[in-house]
């Protein structure tokens, strides 16, 4: 019975991992940059939401809303003000950009919101689920989590494949220069997929919030480098991938502590996705492609 | 024109993280701008974390420290000047804020607030013959070979023995689960002389598991663990922030032990949208209670509240008692602004080590050779969001 609540709390602390994936994986697609920043949009749409709720009163679904909206914007603005200008310059220089977005927002979050720990609310309420007689209790952020990530992989896999905009998205990450002679706004995609990113931050956010709802101005960081470790762990690009990766992530997390040790639990999932890289090194569904010179 | 842009965005971060990290701009920061005193003053200088995750503390132990400072200031006679200096519970930036107070002129110094940079401007206070004394720093490295470094809360060590002996006198439970947090030398400190202390008494330890500062969200595995083994009583030396998640997540599983705490878990009550009725039950040894009805407390949570705006924590407790043992040792000693930084240091190693101090957190309070103090710990029970004494 320990083992199905262990598998349980794997999946859904795997699909909150798996949701801040998306961001990771889909912003390296388009735009072949690794935006470090992302974690801390998870932080920026976890306190929206969180004063919305306690502080307005508002309903949960206008809270969850609301914090979208921030993100996106958040989301938006950095890419429009801090990458945008550098789309030209080499990926190291992207990169220590995104490590500055991601100290700035952590520390405005500090003078903002101070280093005091809030508690969010779950969204989910707290009436655990019971079954098998009782012996086996799941939370409803656990079922909500899991949901979220269901319908969150279904409808983007059908926006990339079916939508003008999702075959713009996926025409730019394949060749920009391509798809702009073919009269694609390469610009106005990467901000959409910035958008969409943030967007499924602030969803993540409030999960991880519900799940486990102390919130400092650092809660996105880890679960961000962890997210962004699955991002890799599934094939960094994939959408699928990042989806697998996240889950696998989540569940190796757990049972490495509950059957191994619990002092070496990010260890074991270290060295795990070591192997994994080592055996295949784009990641389990990622493309190896062929430079041609 | 699209380089312009770059660089003005760049140079406005740039200037916004400056403000970020400049402790200045902290509202309730009169004490880390250099302190206005009087030429006379004598000037006794701290680093701690006034920014960054564990500010709590750092804010705590100033704000104390300062109501002390202006209630010796008022009476006239010895004069101080305090001067906190923000380290963000980091030892590099705590040696650099260390040398920040040297070049202001620090003749004593109250260490600093957390273990990790104490432990690194202890030495420093040791080489440079500045006698400190920490409120809160409580790792057995930060006095250990040093002379001149006194603490004014319990040393780790003591923590742990003193809760296993209060389980095992009060028999609140039989058989015991610890989860600590194994990459905190305060954590794993407390627990390990907690481990030899229980089994000198015969406790029964029927599971022990750990969590890292990467992974200090979920704890299903170590509270399905305990609740596995049939655990009646979980203790828990970490700190509050942690803590709120394991009541929160063994209720979520209808698993209700009882818990025991250490000085870290002060706080608890005041974590913002925290459900209180969580903690009701929860036990600890803490040296300090706010609703202690006798008037040194009174007066002096009445005082922080009208400053501060909340009810002070025993870090808060600690700070105002650094300033008032600094103060009795300085009478007594006849220490003058004058006198060197080695001459002040002298006189003040030798009343810490034969005074006896009674402040708010605890009576006859003594200090040995080793720089730790002695003092009863009190236990405190949570009863309908309040700590209550436990005898």
């Known amino acids: ?293 | 024109m699209k380089k312009t842009l770059a660089c003005s965005v760049a140079a406005t971060m740039l200037l916004a993280l400056a403000a970020c990290s400049t402790p200045s701009t902290d509202p309730t920061g009169a004490a880390t701008d250099a302190p206005t005193a009087s030429a006379g003053a004598i000037k006794i200088g701290a680093t701690g974390p006034l920014t960054g995750g564990a500010a709590i503390y750092g804010q705590a132990a100033r704000n104390g420290a300062q109501i002390a400072v202006d209630e010796i200031n008022a009476k006239g006679g010895v004069q101080l000047a305090l001067n906190y200096q923000d380290d963000e519970h980091d030892a590099e930036k705590a040696v650099n804020a260390y040398h920040t107070l040297k070049d202001w002129g620090m003749q004593i110094s109250l260490g600093s607030v957390t273990s990790t940079p104490a432990i690194a401007t202890s030495a420093e206070n040791f080489t440079d013959h500045i006698f400190a004394l920490t409120p809160s720093a409580s790792s057995v490295a930060v006095t250990e070979g040093k002379n001149n470094v006194f603490q004014m809360c319990f040393a780790d060590p003591n923590q742990g023995s003193a809760s296993a002996q209060y389980i095992a006198d009060q028999k609140l439970g039989t058989k015991i689960a610890v989860i600590y947090k194994n990459d905190d030398v305060y954590s794993s400190g407390i627990f390990d002389t907690f481990k030899t202390k229980a089994a000198e008494l015969g406790l029964d330890i029927v599971s022990t598991t750990t969590f890292t500062e990467d992974s200090q969200q979920d704890f299903s595995v170590q509270i399905s663990d305990a609740k596995s083994k049939g655990a009646d009583l979980i203790f828990l030396p970490i700190y509050y922030t942690p803590a709120s998640l394991i009541l929160q997540q063994a209720q979520s599983v209808d698993y209700s032990p009882k818990y025991f705490g250490v000085d870290g878990m002060d706080g608890i009550l005041t974590l913002e949208g925290f459900n209180t009725s969580l903690a009701e039950g929860v036990m600890l040894l803490t040296p300090f209670n706010a609703d202690a009805t006798d008037s040194l407390t009174t007066s002096f949570v009445q005082k922080y509240q009208s400053a501060y705006g909340e009810i002070p924590n025993q870090f808060a407790a600690d700070g105002y008692d650094c300033i008032y043992a600094i103060y009795q040792a300085i009478v007594a000693g006849n220490i003058t602004a004058s006198m060197t930084n080695a001459e002040i240091n002298d006189i003040l190693v030798a009343q810490f080590t034969s005074m006896t101090f009674d402040g708010l957190t605890g009576a006859d309070m003594t200090w040995d050779a080793s720089g730790q103090v002695s003092k009863a710990p009190k236990g405190m029970v949570i009863t309908d969001g309040a700590y209550v004494g436990m005898d």
């Open chain 1, 1 to 293: 019975m320990s083992f199905l609540s262990h598998l349980i709390s794997g999946i859904s602390l795997g699909s909150i991992y798996a949701i801040i994936a998306l961001g990771y994986t889909m912003v390296y697609g388009i735009a072949k940059m690794l935006n470090f920043a992302h974690g801390d949009v998870i932080m920026v749409g976890a306190y929206s939401c969180f004063f919305l709720m306690s502080r307005f009163h508002l309903p949960v679904i206008v809270g969850v809303v609301a914090a979208m909206l921030v993100c996106t914007l958040l989301g938006v603005t950095i890419e429009r003000l801090a990458y945008k200008p550098l789309r030209a310059a080499p990926a190291l220089a992207v990169l220590i950009t995104a490590i500055g977005v991601s100290y700035f927002l952590q520390n405005a979050a500090l003078l903002l919101w101070t280093s005091n720990p809030k508690v969010f609310p779950s969204i989910a309420g707290n009436t655990s689920i019971k079954l098998l007689g009782g012996q086996l209790s799941i939370s409803p952020t656990a079922l909500l989590s899991i949901a979220s990530c269901i319908v969150i992989m279904v409808a983007l896999t059908w926006f990339t494949s079916s939508t003008r905009m999702g075959k713009a998205m996926r025409a730019c990450s394949e060749d920009k220069g391509a798809a702009q002679l073919m009269g694609i706004n390469v610009n106005v995609t990467i901000s959409m997929v910035f958008a969409i990113g943030s967007a499924l931050a602030a969803i993540a956010g409030i999960l991880l919030c519900s799940a486990y709802p102390t919130l400092t101005p650092t809660t996105g960081s880890m679960p961000g480098i962890k997210a962004f470790t699955a991002a890799v762990f599934g094939g960094i690009g994939s959408i699928p991938g990042a989806m697998i990766g996240g889950i696998l992530l989540g569940i190796i997390e757990i049972f490495g502590k509950a059957y191994i040790s619990t002092q070496l639990s990010d260890a074991i999932v270290f060295l795990v996705l070591i192997i994994v890289l080592l055996v295949r090194p784009a990641g389990i569904l990622g493309k190896t492609v062929q430079e041609k010179v």
